[in-house]
């Protein structure tokens, strides 16, 4: 299996302007984009994305959907049961869309208000 090669370039232009921009501030280029990084996470504005993260809200707003007329299980892999308001809690930290996690979240307590 061959290497994988996950980096990035910036174009010469931009890369002397950030350059010089790092050393007049008494940095490395590198320093300067790790304290950069550090600021990112400890800020908590650094995403990373998650591969299928689409593919987590398709199956959400199915389940929303089914919940809402009713339905509390369906046919998983191999034909078993799977509860759709458990499936829907496990999916709420993979749903991105922030609309989407509220209606999941009104339905969830929706339904378990019904129950009791």
């Known amino acids: 299996m061959g290497k994988v090669f996950k980096g990035f ?8 302007g950030f350059r010089k ?3 007049s501030g008494g940095c490395t280029v590198t320093g300067a984009f790790e304290r950069f990084m550090k600021v990112c996470v400890e800020g908590g504005v650094l995403v990373f994305p998650e ?16 919940l809402r ?11 078993e049961e799977v509860n759709i308001p458990g499936r829907l809690v496990w999916l709420l930290h993979k749903v991105r869309d922030v609309g989407l996690k509220a209606e999941m979240e009104e339905e969830l307590k ?3 208000s019904k129950e009791e």
């Open 9 to 16: 370039r910036f174009d010469p232009e931009l890369y002397a």
């Open 21 to 23: 921009v790092a050393s």
């Open 51 to 66: 591969s299928g993260v689409g593919s987590f809200e398709v199956e959400a707003r199915v389940l929303v959907d089914w």
């Open 69 to 79: 007329k009713g339905r509390r299980f369906y046919r998983g892999e191999n034909e």
């Open 110 to 112: 929706r339904s378990v």
